[in-house]
């Protein structure tokens, strides 16, 4: 029976490339072939549909602005995570466990409950439709959950590194940013990783907070599904551009994101 | 635990996050709260209207059919998800490229933006273009889930194992590779059946893990909103307006705000408490 | 309850082992007799681990034949040889209470419900378990589990051999003494065969009535704890054991006398000259070594107190020689003259003794 054990991954992968063989498929083909027969193989091999997306601006301009709040929020999640995730693993004070409670309920909040009420708070500080105000709105469910994953990093680095470094006359600042941060390298990685993936799988808050300058990528397909329903072939090629980074992210932390789970910190 | 020293600066420390989350979890917060004891009939004049929409929502029949759709959602995807995900994790390969390849491949889902998955799922499932709508009328089944509601269901929760079952096949697999395998080679001199070892080794020691594996798949299905929306657009009828869609409708779509912000309210308490009873449950048995 | 015996073993964990450093285990045939306590003692790395799980039925050899009593037993998995094996980190079913840990390998084996409980019991008692028993397995000290790990292997009436591998690595000092003394008792009452892997020679010499040593996948010696220490059969042997170790200096060979410094070094046995030894040495151990009127002339380099001796490093041209001077006997000045005993003084070809 062990000798079969194998198959159960295997098709288990079978059925999650299935969707995206046919969004990959459609992306190749002309409007004509997707809506006129139906066929497993692209009969009219095109590269029409990522032409367009590559020389289209309101396409690649949606690409690129994804990609900038998606760093932007990156950055700033981790940079404001790590003192942060560092005095709850190192400190007693006032108030932490609620503190840290109150973080992660933020996590649960559902988007849409505040969809809403962030058009209205970045219109009335004049961010509405830039990059900045949904990189700050990701920080919402992206900072408890850096927080959440540094913290279990950093409290299985032993006390006693901070305390030989200060006995070695390391100031605190130096010793966090020389010997600190690179002993949890692979917990910053992790972090980021998700941050990245929860920032850019989001799209909900990313398209109530934008209109024109730093409409999402996402969005932009959306906007294609809805009012121009014939061109699927667009549709697809655009949902097959926006796995890529995606997908080499996860091939480049791989192993990290293994050790990050085992932490049980996700 | 007991050698965290007390130190009252590591405020500063939590500041800049606690600033950066305050102004985007407080003041939408306070918004909410705000629209949900008032009126407004436009021009920003707003009356105090107390309980009315919170009393009003909690008695709206269709507030309570969008929480047990949701619910019903949620159970199904948490009932199918978490078992398929611990078997595939247990018979994942242990070591050599297959790992890389599996571990990969499996998280793929995870980062399609998730309206894109419900635009692959769309073009994938219909009856007429779709290969999995063409495959199931070929085997005589009518299927068409932009008619049908148990067809519509079906898409849903088939979408939803697609999307996030490897989150919990990650976890579960992390879990598994933290066993020791001293554990393995004293179950095997001890004579115990595979199931045994799974029932005595392996689901205590995945226990953690796949606590929070059932945490974060019930805090996010019941948060659903983008995929569901872009496939089926919560229907056909309302049959798949689940808590979120329903909130999006009348928040934005009726332009009704302080019923929508009670029941935004009303949603995040649900959440809160029902994460809050599950994660006491689960440290209560685990102190035992 | 039967012999052990290993056949010509060799085991690589490569898939096609070629140099003579791809095999973890070199060539060997060793018996295990029935009822004996053997330690088998070695540094990490020289394959005390893989011969244990070959003989556990863990790992299957690459060549060679495992038997216990009459019964080839080299390709039956674990549960069917009737094993038991501490690991060195303790195995406990976290789930389960004290009792139904003591039970498992019983129930697993179908055995009746009222002889389980008889024999857990009897177990129990006799590791001091029996207070423990309702309690969750998961909350006991380190010690309360390496117990419960070796109760699992005692409750069951058929083991041929009960296997340690490191048992005492994550025990508190004050505790290894308590629970070595204790296997030492439950060996003599149950007389059931014991091996006990470890890397301590003091844990190895106290337990054991036979001591095997292994040094890069071979077993060097096998013996006494006295024979280990009068007469190393490797050179490795004279060194692994005893504190400090053995001296090892090169000798030529003349007319059956060793010769070290150009003096005739007299052993207790005539020497025949081995032609074709790249490497000729003499071992002696520094308990061995007196100073003397006359002999190999040294210098006192450092004398160093250890209680109730005093180790003393004397040079004679490169070579340290080490020696143990009882304590109040007076020391010689800056030179003096050497003697090694006879008796226990041995010349090693190649790194093996010479007879």
Same mark, same amino acid.
């Given at each position: 029976?062990?000798?079969?054990?194998?198959?159960?991954?295997?098709?288990?992968?079978?059925?999650?490339?299935?969707?995206?063989?046919?969004?990959?498929?459609?992306?190749?083909?002309?409007?004509?072939?997707?809506?006129?027969?139906?066929?497993?193989?692209?009969?009219?091999?095109?590269?029409?549909?990522?032409?367009?997306?590559?020389?289209?601006?309101?396409?690649?301009?949606?690409?690129?602005?994804?990609?900038?709040?998606?760093?932007?929020?990156?950055?700033?999640?981790?940079?404001?995570?790590?003192?942060?995730?560092?005095?709850?693993?190192?400190?007693?004070?006032?108030?932490?466990?609620?503190?840290?409670?109150?973080?992660?309920?933020?996590?649960?909040?559902?988007?849409?409950?505040?969809?809403?009420?962030?058009?209205?708070?970045?219109?009335?500080?004049?961010?509405?439709?830039?990059?900045?105000?949904?990189?700050?709105?990701?920080?919402?469910?992206?900072?408890?959950?850096?927080?959440?994953?540094?913290?279990?990093?950093?409290?299985?680095?032993?006390?006693?590194?901070?305390?030989?470094?200060?006995?070695?006359?390391?100031?605190?600042?130096?010793?966090?940013?020389?010997?600190?941060?690179?002993?949890?390298?692979?917990?910053?990685?992790?972090?980021?990783?998700?941050?990245?993936?929860?920032?850019?799988?989001?799209?909900?808050?990313?398209?109530?907070?934008?209109?024109?300058?730093?409409?999402?990528?996402?969005?932009?397909?959306?906007?294609?599904?809805?009012?121009?329903?014939?061109?699927?072939?667009?549709?697809?090629?655009?949902?097959?551009?926006?796995?890529?980074?995606?997908?080499?992210?996860?091939?480049?932390?791989?192993?990290?994101?293994?050790?990050?789970?085992?932490?049980?910190?996700? | 635990?007991?050698?965290?020293?007390?130190?009252?600066?590591?405020?500063?420390?939590?500041?800049?996050?606690?600033?950066?989350?305050?102004?985007?979890?407080?003041?939408?917060?306070?918004?909410?709260?705000?629209?949900?004891?008032?009126?407004?009939?436009?021009?920003?004049?707003?009356?105090?209207?107390?309980?009315?929409?919170?009393?009003?929502?909690?008695?709206?029949?269709?507030?309570?059919?969008?929480?047990?759709?949701?619910?019903?959602?949620?159970?199904?995807?948490?009932?199918?998800?978490?078992?398929?995900?611990?078997?595939?994790?247990?018979?994942?390969?242990?070591?050599?490229?297959?790992?890389?390849?599996?571990?990969?491949?499996?998280?793929?889902?995870?980062?399609?933006?998730?309206?894109?998955?419900?635009?692959?799922?769309?073009?994938?499932?219909?009856?007429?273009?779709?290969?999995?709508?063409?495959?199931?009328?070929?085997?005589?089944?009518?299927?068409?889930?932009?008619?049908?509601?148990?067809?519509?269901?079906?898409?849903?929760?088939?979408?939803?194992?697609?999307?996030?079952?490897?989150?919990?096949?990650?976890?579960?697999?992390?879990?598994?590779?933290?066993?020791?395998?001293?554990?393995?080679?004293?179950?095997?001199?001890?004579?115990?059946?595979?199931?045994?070892?799974?029932?005595?080794?392996?689901?205590?020691?995945?226990?953690?893990?796949?606590?929070?594996?059932?945490?974060?798949?019930?805090?996010?299905?019941?948060?659903?909103?983008?995929?569901?929306?872009?496939?089926?657009?919560?229907?056909?009828?309302?049959?798949?307006?689940?808590?979120?869609?329903?909130?999006?409708?009348?928040?934005?779509?009726?332009?009704?705000?302080?019923?929508?912000?009670?029941?935004?309210?009303?949603?995040?308490?649900?959440?809160?408490?029902?994460?809050?009873?599950?994660?006491?449950?689960?440290?209560?048995?685990?102190?035992? | 309850?039967?012999?052990?015996?290993?056949?010509?073993?060799?085991?690589?964990?490569?898939?096609?082992?070629?140099?003579?450093?791809?095999?973890?285990?070199?060539?060997?045939?060793?018996?295990?007799?029935?009822?004996?306590?053997?330690?088998?003692?070695?540094?990490?790395?020289?394959?005390?681990?893989?011969?244990?799980?070959?003989?556990?039925?863990?790992?299957?050899?690459?060549?060679?034949?495992?038997?216990?009593?009459?019964?080839?037993?080299?390709?039956?998995?674990?549960?069917?040889?009737?094993?038991?094996?501490?690991?060195?980190?303790?195995?406990?079913?976290?789930?389960?209470?004290?009792?139904?840990?003591?039970?498992?390998?019983?129930?697993?084996?179908?055995?009746?419900?009222?002889?389980?409980?008889?024999?857990?019991?009897?177990?129990?008692?006799?590791?001091?378990?029996?207070?423990?028993?309702?309690?969750?397995?998961?909350?006991?000290?380190?010690?309360?589990?390496?117990?419960?790990?070796?109760?699992?292997?005692?409750?069951?009436?058929?083991?041929?051999?009960?296997?340690?591998?490191?048992?005492?690595?994550?025990?508190?000092?004050?505790?290894?003494?308590?629970?070595?003394?204790?296997?030492?008792?439950?060996?003599?009452?149950?007389?059931?065969?014991?091996?006990?892997?470890?890397?301590?020679?003091?844990?190895?010499?106290?337990?054991?009535?036979?001591?095997?040593?292994?040094?890069?996948?071979?077993?060097?010696?096998?013996?006494?704890?006295?024979?280990?220490?009068?007469?190393?059969?490797?050179?490795?042997?004279?060194?692994?054991?005893?504190?400090?170790?053995?001296?090892?200096?090169?000798?030529?060979?003349?007319?059956?006398?060793?010769?070290?410094?150009?003096?005739?070094?007299?052993?207790?046995?005539? %020497?025949?000259?081995?032609?074709?030894? &790249?490497?000729?040495?003499?071992?002696?151990? #520094? +308990?061995?070594? @007196?100073?003397? $009127? *006359?002999?190999?002339?040294?210098?006192?380099?450092?004398?160093?107190?250890?209680?109730?001796?005093? %180790?003393?490093?004397?040079?004679?041209? &490169?070579?340290?020689?080490?020696?143990?001077? #009882? +304590?109040?006997? @007076?020391?010689? $000045? *800056?030179?003096?003259?050497?003697?090694?005993?006879?008796?226990?003084?041995?010349?090693?070809?190649?790194?093996?003794?010479?007879?």
């Amino acid at each position: 029976m062990r000798r079969f054990t194998w198959l159960v991954p295997t098709l288990y992968i079978l059925f999650l490339m299935l969707p995206i063989y046919w969004l990959l498929n459609m992306s190749f083909k002309t409007t004509n072939e997707i809506l006129g027969v139906f066929t497993l193989w692209p009969r009219e091999f095109t590269l029409d549909n990522y032409r367009k997306i590559f020389t289209d601006p309101t396409w690649y301009n949606g690409y690129l602005n994804s990609l900038s709040y998606v760093v932007m929020n990156t950055v700033i999640s981790v940079t404001a995570a790590l003192p942060a995730a560092y005095a709850f693993s190192r400190y007693r004070f006032l108030g932490d466990k609620h503190l840290f409670f109150w973080l992660l309920t933020n996590r649960m909040a559902p988007p849409a409950v505040f969809a809403l009420p962030f058009f209205q708070l970045y219109s009335a500080v004049n961010l509405f439709d830039t990059y900045i105000a949904v990189a700050l709105a990701h920080c919402l469910f992206n900072i408890p959950l850096a927080v959440w994953i540094l913290e279990g990093f950093m409290s299985g680095v032993p006390k006693e590194l901070d305390e030989t470094a200060y006995v070695d006359g390391y100031p605190f600042w130096r010793f966090f940013v020389k010997i600190f941060i690179p002993t949890i390298a692979a917990g910053i990685g992790v972090a980021a990783f998700f941050c990245f993936m929860f920032s850019w799988v989001e799209l909900l808050l990313a398209k109530t907070l934008t209109s024109v300058a730093a409409k999402p990528i996402a969005a932009t397909m959306t906007r294609t599904a809805s009012t121009a329903g014939y061109e699927l072939g667009l549709l697809a090629a655009a949902g097959t551009l926006t796995i890529i980074p995606g997908a080499f992210v996860i091939y480049f932390v791989r192993n990290y994101i293994a050790k990050g789970f085992a932490l049980g910190r996700v | 635990m007991a050698t965290k020293t007390q130190n009252s600066r590591a405020w500063l420390f939590v500041l800049p996050v606690v600033v950066l989350v305050a102004f985007n979890a407080l003041i939408p917060l306070m918004t909410v709260v705000n629209y949900s004891v008032q009126e407004t009939f436009g021009d920003n004049v707003f009356f105090w209207e107390g309980v009315k929409w919170f009393e009003q929502v909690l008695h709206s029949e269709r507030f309570h059919a969008s929480l047990l759709r949701q619910l019903m959602f949620t159970s199904i995807i948490l009932m199918i998800e978490v078992p398929l995900g611990v078997a595939i994790a247990l018979s994942m390969p242990k070591k050599g490229i297959g790992v890389s390849v599996c571990l990969v491949l499996m998280a793929l889902p995870l980062l399609i933006p998730w309206n894109v998955v419900g635009a692959m799922w769309n073009i994938f499932a219909l009856p007429d273009i779709g290969l999995l709508g063409r495959m199931i009328n070929g085997l005589g089944i009518d299927y068409n889930f932009t008619q049908q509601p148990g067809a519509a269901w079906f898409t849903t929760i088939l979408m939803d194992v697609w999307h996030w079952t490897s989150l919990v096949v990650l976890l579960a697999y992390a879990g598994l590779r933290s066993i020791p395998d001293a554990y393995y080679q004293a179950a095997k001199i001890d004579g115990a059946t595979p199931w045994a070892v799974f029932r005595f080794i392996q689901l205590p020691k995945m226990k953690r893990v796949l606590t929070i594996a059932i945490l974060l798949r019930f805090m996010d299905s019941f948060m659903i909103y983008t995929e569901p929306f872009v496939l089926t657009g919560g229907g056909p009828g309302n049959t798949t307006t689940f808590l979120s869609i329903d909130l999006v409708k009348i928040a934005l779509g009726q332009f009704d705000l302080g019923p929508a912000a009670a029941m935004s309210l009303i949603y995040f308490l649900i959440v809160l408490l029902l994460c809050w009873v599950f994660y006491t449950l689960m440290m209560r048995h685990e102190a035992q | 309850m039967s012999e052990i015996s290993l056949r010509e073993l060799r085991h690589s964990y490569l898939e096609t082992p070629q140099a003579d450093a791809d095999w973890a285990l070199k060539k060997m045939s060793v018996d295990w007799s029935e009822g004996g306590a053997y330690a088998l003692l070695g540094p990490s790395g020289c394959g005390k681990t893989t011969l244990l799980n070959i003989i556990s039925g863990l790992l299957t050899p690459t060549e060679g034949e495992v038997w216990f009593g009459d019964k080839n037993v080299t390709n039956m998995p674990p549960d069917q040889r009737n094993i038991a094996q501490v690991f060195q980190f303790p195995v406990v079913y976290d789930t389960m209470t004290v009792y139904e840990n003591l039970c498992f390998p019983l129930r697993n084996r179908g055995i009746p419900a009222a002889e389980v409980d008889r024999k857990v019991r009897e177990i129990a008692a006799m590791l001091d378990l029996d207070e423990m028993l309702p309690r969750r397995a998961s909350g006991l000290t380190a010690d309360g589990k390496q117990k419960i790990s070796l109760g699992r292997g005692l409750v069951r009436s058929d083991v041929n051999v009960i296997m340690f591998d490191e048992p005492l690595t994550v025990i508190d000092p004050h505790l290894k003494w308590v629970l070595r003394s204790k296997l030492k008792e439950l060996h003599q009452r149950i007389g059931t065969t014991m091996i006990y892997v470890t890397h301590d020679q003091t844990e190895a010499l106290t337990f054991a009535d036979q001591v095997v040593v292994m040094h890069e996948g071979t077993v060097v010696q096998i013996g006494t704890p006295v024979d280990l220490f009068e007469r190393p059969r490797h050179t490795f042997v004279g060194h692994f054991i005893g504190s400090p170790g053995m001296n090892v200096l090169p000798c030529e060979i003349e007319n059956g006398t060793p010769l070290f410094a150009g003096q005739p070094i007299p052993v207790g046995h005539a %020497i025949a000259h081995r032609d074709g030894a &790249e490497r000729l040495e003499i071992g002696v151990r #520094p +308990e061995f070594i @007196s100073f003397a $009127a *006359e002999g190999i002339p040294v210098e006192i380099v450092k004398v160093s107190d250890a209680g109730r001796y005093s %180790i003393v490093d004397a040079r004679h041209g &490169e070579h340290v020689i080490k020696l143990l001077v #009882p +304590e109040g006997d @007076s020391l010689p $000045a *800056e030179s003096a003259h050497i003697h090694f005993d006879p008796g226990h003084t041995q010349v090693y070809a190649d790194g093996w003794m010479v007879n």
